[in-house]
């Protein structure tokens, strides 16, 4: 029983480092270069300093987005529910969209679950401005060519090259060629009926 008591206890110990570690690397940035515990607690008790402290937007706040996301995923949520606040505004919603699209670059190279959460989460707004300013930031379309550009694209290309070519392309081809040997037929009938004439003296 006391073995068994040692092995439970060595594996819940186990487990709790292995928790502690994952929590460690769940962050981007290296621990020297995160920001103060402070900085990120101030910030998850209110979000809206934020707007606050960079209330025109701006490269600082888009600094501040990147590295409060790279320095504890965690914050990732009062990141996002500050695009769906009324009192963000236009330039401080493309700072924010702009740091969290440098923010999903990194984690790309380290943590490509944490980059897919940003970009669910853009996704998860529902609004149009905040997905279009992240396609434009990061150059990437997955979000939208999944719906639009694929159904525009399948539907289109087929349609276009349905009726251009194969009707209209076609058909002009082949009336052209009619055509064309329209005029032979004059010297070919001559030539058929002299065939034919010299058919008929042979019989």
């Known amino acids: 029983m006391s073995v068994m008591k040692?092995?439970?206890r060595m594996a819940a110990a186990a487990a709790l480092a292995a928790a502690i570690s994952s929590a460690a690397n769940a962050a981007i940035y290296p621990p020297q270069r995160q920001l103060p515990t402070t900085v990120i607690s101030e910030f998850k008790t209110s979000p809206n300093s934020l707007l606050q402290q960079y209330p025109t937007g701006g490269p600082q706040l888009i600094s501040r987005v990147r590295d409060l996301g790279?320095?504890?995923p965690t914050t990732l949520p009062g990141l996002i529910a500050l695009l769906k606040d009324p009192a963000t505004t236009k330039d401080q919603m493309n700072?924010?969209?702009a740091g969290l699209a440098q923010l999903s670059r990194m984690a790309a190279q380290q943590?490509?679950?944490f980059a897919n959460e940003i970009q669910t989460a853009i996704a998860g707004t529902g609004n149009p401005e905040v997905i279009a300013a992240y396609q434009a930031a990061t150059g990437d379309v997955a979000i939208a060519a999944?719906?639009?550009g694929g159904g525009g694209t399948?539907?289109?290309?087929?349609t276009g090259n349905g009726f251009p070519t194969g009707g209209g392309g076609s058909g002009i081809v082949v009336f052209g060629n009619n055509s064309t040997p329209?005029?032979?037929p004059n010297a070919g009938g001559g030539s058929v009926g002299s065939a034919a004439n010299s058919?008929?003296?042979v019989r």
Do not use: M
């Open 146 to 148: 999944t719906g639009a």
């Open 6 to 8: 040692i092995a439970l």
């Open 111 to 113: 943590d490509q679950a």
């Open 199 to 201: 058919v008929s003296p």
């Open 182 to 184: 329209n005029n032979p």
């Open 70 to 72: 790279a320095s504890d």
């Open 154 to 158: 399948g539907a289109g290309g087929p």
């Open 95 to 97: 700072a924010i969209v």
